[in-house]
C-alpha cells in the first residue's frame, strides 16, 4: 500500500515478502524505557512473557470497553500463547509498543484475527497497515484457507478501512452478540477475496454495506 505523509518507516520481519520466515523472537530489548518513541522506526516482533504487563496496559481498558469481560480475555489468551495456537505480534517504535495483533488457531487452514489494536495516538501512520501486511505474510505461507474477525458495529468501519483493503469482507451481523445492543460484524478474508481486494469497485462495494448497517 502507498505511503501516506508522516507515516513510521517499517522494518517489520515477516511482513510484505511471502517468502519471508516467520516474525521470529528476538529478545526484548534490554534498555531503558521512558515511554517515549527513541526513533521512528518501526519493528514487528513476537509477544515475549515480560510483555505482559505493557500489552495490558494498551489494550485492556479498550476490550473492556468493548466486551463485558474484555480484561479476562485477554488475560486468559496471553497465558495461553506458550502452549500454541494463538499468536500475538507486537508493534514498537524503540521500546514504546503501539500496537499488536492476537491470531487464534481455528481448526486446519483457519484462523480468527481476536484483535488488532493500534494506540489512538499514533493511528493514521501505517501501523495497523504493517500489523495486517505481516498477518497476511504468514497466512499465505501456511496456505491458510481463510481468517476472520469479529469486530463490534461501533468500530467496524476504522477497521474495515484497513481490513477490506487488505481481502477482508463482510459476512454476517451478529445481533446482541456480547449482550443487548452489542452487535457484533464478520469480516473474513481467504486466498480468493484478497485476490478481489486489488479491485477498488470491490473495495467500496463492500465499505458501502458495512456503512449501510448503521442506518438499519
Ligand atoms: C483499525 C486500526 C488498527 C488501524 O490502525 P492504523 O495504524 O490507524 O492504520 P493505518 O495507519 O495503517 O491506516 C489504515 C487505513 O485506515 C484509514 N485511516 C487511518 N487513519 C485515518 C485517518 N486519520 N483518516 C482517514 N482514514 C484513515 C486509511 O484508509 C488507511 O488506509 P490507506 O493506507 O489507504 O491510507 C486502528 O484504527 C484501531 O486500532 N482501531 C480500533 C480497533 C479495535 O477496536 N480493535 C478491537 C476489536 S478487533
Known amino acids: 500500500m502507498?505511503?501516506?505523509?508522516?507515516?513510521?518507516?517499517?522494518?517489520?520481519?515477516?511482513?510484505?515478502?511471502?517468502?519471508?520466515?516467520?516474525v521470529p523472537t528476538v529478545p526484548t530489548p534490554r534498555i531503558a524505557c521512558d515511554g517515549r518513541a527513541g526513533r521512528e522506526t518501526l519493528r514487528l516482533r513476537s509477544y515475549q512473557a515480560v510483555d505482559a504487563g505493557r500489552v495490558v496496559q494498551l489494550v485492556a481498558d479498550a476490550l473492556e470497553r468493548l466486551y463485558p469481560t474484555g480484561g479476562e480475555w485477554l488475560d486468559r489468551k496471553l497465558r495461553s500463547l506458550d502452549g500454541g495456537g494463538v499468536r500475538c505480534t507486537l508493534a514498537e517504535v524503540g521500546c514504546t509498543l503501539l500496537g499488536?495483533?492476537?491470531?487464534?488457531?481455528?481448526?486446519?487452514?483457519?484462523?480468527?484475527?481476536s484483535t488488532i489494536w493500534v494506540n489512538e495516538a499514533v493511528r493514521g501512520r501505517g501501523i495497523g497497515t504493517a500489523l495486517i501486511d505481516s498477518c497476511l505474510a504468514n497466512w499465505r505461507r501456511e496456505l491458510l484457507k481463510e481468517a476472520y474477525v469479529t469486530a463490534s458495529l461501533q468500530v467496524v468501519e476504522a477497521v474495515a478501512l484497513l481490513l477490506v483493503?487488505?481481502?477482508?469482507?463482510?459476512?454476517?451481523?451478529?445481533?446482541?452478540?456480547?449482550?443487548?445492543?452489542?452487535?457484533?460484524?464478520?469480516?473474513?478474508?481467504?486466498?480468493?477475496?484478497?485476490?478481489?481486494?486489488?479491485?477498488?469497485?470491490?473495495?467500496?462495494e463492500q465499505l458501502g454495506e458495512l456503512q449501510a448497517l448503521h442506518k438499519d
Not at 451478529?174 to 484478497?194: H, I, K, M
Open 2 to 22: 502507498p505511503r501516506r505523509e508522516g507515516e513510521i518507516c517499517t522494518t517489520a520481519a515477516g511482513s510484505r515478502d511471502a517468502a519471508q520466515p516467520p
Open 100 to 113: 499488536l495483533t492476537i491470531e487464534t488457531v481455528k481448526g486446519l487452514g483457519r484462523r480468527k484475527l
Open 165 to 204: 483493503p487488505a481481502g477482508f469482507q463482510f459476512r454476517a451481523l451478529e445481533l446482541d452478540r456480547y449482550g443487548a445492543g452489542r452487535d457484533e460484524v464478520v469480516l473474513a478474508w481467504s486466498p480468493a477475496s484478497r485476490g478481489a481486494s486489488a479491485d477498488r469497485g470491490w473495495v467500496d
